[in-house]
């Protein structure tokens, strides 16, 4: 799942990035709203995780010119603007939920799952790979026997990735968007992925020749 955070704060925006990279998120960051406006508007993503007083241009107003293109992004706000109206202005532009700053990560951990089963109801918790390989959607692990185990973060995004579309090809350009961000050749994807199937005890990742890789 893509991730578009904005928060002007450099250190709680290092903090959460680092935090969701870990519970297994794509992230794209922004400190500017200008910059991540521009952004938001133009490319694909599942969740916008947006701070209201941001430089340039601020969350609300970034909200309001995404209405008027018609845009509505699935949106979480996390803001230390606490008011009544600043919280129902906030509603009334769409957002799914507000969070007061100070917070725990895990509660805005909390908050994307609840927004990620609205999105996704008939997502599955558990993937069969293979005989003895099973993927655990809720926890984000690759269980081997049952038995979690252990990957970087950019082998459990292409489990992950390659697992939701199950029987069907994943191809080079989605897993550089979904996996990488963007800004990858297809010899880097062969190469890890390559690296990802020496880990693994049983052949379940298969290649389709010039076109992406398979979880039949």
Not at 34 to 57: F, G, Q, R, V
């Amino acid at each position: 799942m893509k991730i578009v955070l904005v928060e002007d704060e450099y250190s709680l925006n290092e903090i959460i990035t680092e935090y969701l990279q870990n519970e297994g998120f794509i992230v794209n960051s922004f400190i500017d709203g200008k910059t991540a406006y521009e952004y938001i508007k133009n490319e694909s993503y599942d969740i916008l995780i947006l701070d209201i007083h941001l430089p340039n241009i601020d969350g609300f107003s970034i909200l309001e010119m995404l209405q008027k293109q018609k845009i509505a992004p699935p949106t979480i706000i996390i803001s230390a603007m606490n008011s009544i109206e600043h919280i129902t202005k906030a509603y009334d532009l769409g957002c799914f939920d507000y969070i007061k700053k100070p917070f725990y990560l895990q509660e805005l951990l909390i908050k994307i799952q609840r927004l990620e089963k609205q999105l996704h109801p008939d997502k599955k918790v558990f993937i069969t790979l293979s005989k003895r390989y099973i993927f655990d959607n809720k926890n984000n692990e690759l269980l081997f026997d049952n038995t979690p185990q252990i990957l970087s973060n950019i082998h459990k995004n292409i489990i992950k990735l390659l697992a939701l579309n199950k029987g069907k090809t994943v191809t080079f350009e989605i897993l550089r968007d979904e996996v990488w961000g963007g800004m990858v050749d297809n010899a880097t994807i062969r190469a890890e992925i390559s690296r990802l199937k020496k880990l693994l005890k049983e052949d379940f990742i298969k290649n389709i020749r010039g076109v992406g890789y398979i979880i039949k």
